[in-house]
């Protein structure tokens, strides 16, 4: 009695429609905000800005302004104009487009304008290539580098306590982020048997969902909105855009498991197949953000430059700190989420037993597409928080996935806690392990990490052994 209850009250027909019918506007209204950026141009008269700060770290490791530096905007044979840089190392240079959608200029910084021993870090990356946009603009960031500080840490280049803690740190950041990314892909396996190889493109979705809420708003599609609220006609706060873009993101992947896989699963299609479609999905979609985003990284437009804070012998942006408290918590919320709540007790038991669970009264297919949509929301949010520290690009999670996997199989497959550790794990060795070898093969020591652990402990760090054959 108390499973045909259940059915009638969560798997009634009238509730399955409605339901349906929502995720389905809200897909096509997610997949028409970053569409919408391709074609999206400002009412506004005035020029879209070229922007930037100069600025050079000390010995102590803060960033200090770089002022009255020459730089010069051209495209082509046209020169747009010229300006230097002020007493907090920032410089604007508004770019026409002339009723274009966006245009490409060169950047160029007049090296013989820097102040004495302040010199260019790559000077082959000078003039910059940057696409200047109608609604966000143009971002140039030159990297500088202080001869006399270079001098000082040239004989510091070995292990020191003071790299091995400030990488320990960065590693912290990027192992939670990675865990968060985790904890998702791992909830998915653990209750359908599934490896979700379109996990990445959630976290790059999140991400320039969230751009397009930041950067534009819906004025970006409908231009007889521009001026209105944040987020409806303008570009709105990050906090705000993030939030909506997390609202999306659920929707996403409910919408993935209840039209794609549930099918799937009532056709009995096996695991291997769907692994493959998972391939495909992944590969479709990520050139579709190519397409529709193009190739260039973006950045928000909140928090993109931040002095360090000083935390010891670490430095850390604002940012990066926030990044670490907001990973904590929802990773700390997820866990309390699966131990102390009916559905993470119902998530547990379908994915210990799926068909004991159906058998006491669990409706499994629900449980199913609500993990669909909290692996999203996790994966999204992942994406936004590393965007934050780097940039927005169209395949962000196409380049973290491997570690994310790295970092659920090293935990132990299923296991939300064994990717969390996992993920640590992975982060922290990235990162000192540009103290040995090249920061170019860091990915290659993750994956060497997880070669010798799985030989040592083939279930992972809090896997379960299981009997084969």
């Given at each position: 009695?108390?499973?045909r209850a259940v059915g009638?009250?969560?798997?009634?027909?009238?509730?399955?429609?409605?339901?349906?019918?929502?995720?389905?506007?809200?897909?096509?209204?997610?997949?028409?905000?970053?569409?919408?950026?391709?074609?999206?141009?400002?009412?506004?008269?005035?020029?879209?800005?070229?922007?930037?700060?100069?600025?050079?770290?000390?010995?102590?490791?803060?960033?200090?302004?770089?002022?009255?530096?020459?730089?010069?905007?051209?495209?082509?044979?046209?020169?747009?104009?010229?300006?230097?840089?002020?007493?907090?190392?920032?410089?604007?240079?508004?770019?026409p487009l002339n009723g274009?959608?966006?245009?490409?200029?060169?950047?160029?910084?007049?090296?013989?304008?820097?102040?004495?021993?302040?010199?260019?870090?790559?000077?082959?990356?000078?003039?910059?290539?940057?696409?200047?946009?109608?609604?966000?603009?143009?971002?140039?960031?030159?990297?500088?580098?202080?001869?006399?500080?270079?001098?000082?840490?040239?004989?510091?280049?070995?292990?020191?306590?003071?790299?091995?803690?400030?990488?320990?740190?960065?590693?912290?950041?990027?192992?939670?982020?990675?865990?968060?990314?985790?904890?998702?892909?791992?909830?998915?396996?653990?209750?359908?048997?599934?490896?979700?190889?379109?996990?990445?493109?959630?976290?790059?979705?999140?991400?320039?969902?969230?751009?397009?809420?930041?950067?534009?708003?819906?004025?970006?599609?409908?231009?007889?909105?521009?001026?209105?609220?944040?987020?409806?006609?303008?570009?709105?706060?990050?906090?705000?855009?993030?939030?909506?873009?997390?609202?999306?993101?659920?929707?996403?992947?409910?919408?993935?498991?209840?039209?794609?896989?549930?099918?799937?699963?009532?056709?009995?299609?096996?695991?291997?197949?769907?692994?493959?479609?998972?391939?495909?999905?992944?590969?479709?979609?990520?050139?579709?953000?190519?397409?529709?985003?193009?190739g260039d990284p973006r950045?928000?437009?909140?928090?993109?430059?931040?002095?360090?804070?000083?935390?010891?012998?670490?430095?850390?942006?604002?940012?990066?700190?926030?990044?670490?408290?907001?990973?904590?918590?929802?990773?700390?919320?997820?866990?309390?989420?699966?131990?102390?709540?009916?559905?993470?007790?119902?998530?547990?038991?379908?994915?210990?037993?799926?068909?004991?669970?159906?058998?006491?009264?669990?409706?499994?297919?629900?449980?199913?597409?609500?993990?669909?949509?909290?692996?999203?929301?996790?994966?999204?949010?992942?994406?936004?928080?590393?965007?934050?520290?780097?940039?927005?690009?169209?395949?962000?999670?196409?380049?973290?996935?491997?570690?994310?996997?790295?970092?659920?199989?090293?935990?132990?497959?299923?296991?939300?806690?064994?990717?969390?550790?996992?993920?640590?794990?992975?982060?922290?060795?990235?990162?000192?392990?540009?103290?040995?070898?090249?920061?170019?093969?860091?990915?290659?020591?993750?994956?060497?990490?997880?070669?010798?652990?799985?030989?040592?402990?083939?279930?992972?760090?809090?896997?379960?052994?299981?009997?084969?054959?």
């Open positions: 009695m108390r499973r009638r009250t969560v798997l009634d027909k009238p509730f399955w429609s409605k339901l349906c019918a929502s995720v389905t506007f809200a897909i096509l209204l997610a997949m028409l905000l970053v569409t919408g950026q391709s074609g999206a141009q400002s009412d506004a008269s005035d020029d879209p800005v070229l922007q930037g700060t100069l600025s050079v770290r000390d010995s102590e490791g803060e960033k200090n302004p770089v002022p009255d530096v020459s730089i010069t905007v051209a495209d082509g044979a046209d020169s747009i104009g010229a300006t230097v840089s002020g007493e907090d190392g920032t410089f604007e240079i508004p770019v274009a959608e966006e245009r490409v200029v060169a950047v160029t910084l007049e090296e013989d304008t820097l102040p004495n021993g302040v010199n260019l870090r790559n000077p082959d990356r000078n003039p910059l290539q940057i696409t200047v946009r109608a609604q966000s603009g143009g971002r140039a960031v030159f990297g500088l580098d202080d001869e006399a500080v270079e001098n000082t840490y040239a004989a510091d280049t070995g292990v020191t306590m003071r790299r091995v803690l400030q990488l320990s740190a960065e590693g912290i950041k990027l192992g939670l982020i990675l865990a968060l990314a985790a904890m998702g892909l791992s909830l998915v396996f653990g209750t359908t048997g599934l490896v979700n190889f379109a996990h990445g493109e959630m976290i790059t979705w999140g991400a320039l969902v969230a751009f397009f809420f930041n950067a534009y708003g819906l004025a970006g599609i409908f231009g007889f909105l521009a001026g209105g609220l944040p987020l409806i006609g303008t570009g709105g706060n990050l906090v705000f855009a993030a939030i909506a873009a997390l609202i999306i993101a659920f929707l996403t992947g409910m919408a993935m498991d209840r039209f794609i896989f549930r099918r799937l699963r009532r056709r009995g299609i096996g695991l291997t197949s769907q692994l493959v479609i998972t391939i495909g999905l992944s590969m479709a979609i990520r050139y579709s953000f190519l397409y529709v985003f193009r950045s928000f437009k909140d928090w993109a430059v931040q002095k360090g804070v000083d935390i010891g012998p670490i430095t850390l942006a604002p940012k990066d700190l926030w990044t670490i408290g907001i990973s904590l918590v929802v990773l700390i919320a997820a866990g309390l989420m699966l131990q102390r709540t009916r559905i993470g007790k119902a998530m547990r038991a379908v994915a210990d037993n799926r068909d004991l669970a159906a058998s006491s009264g669990i409706d499994v297919e629900r449980v199913i597409i609500l993990v669909w949509g909290y692996g999203a929301v996790l994966a999204a949010l992942s994406g936004i928080l590393f965007g934050l520290g780097e940039s927005v690009r169209w395949d962000m999670g196409f380049r973290l996935l491997l570690m994310v996997f790295a970092g659920v199989t090293l935990g132990g497959l299923g296991t939300a806690f064994g990717a969390l550790v996992g993920s640590l794990v992975v982060g922290i060795f990235i990162q000192v392990s540009t103290l040995f070898i090249s920061p170019e093969l860091k990915s290659v020591g993750a994956l060497l990490i997880l070669v010798l652990i799985l030989v040592a402990r083939p279930q992972g760090i809090l896997g379960q052994k299981e009997r084969i054959g």
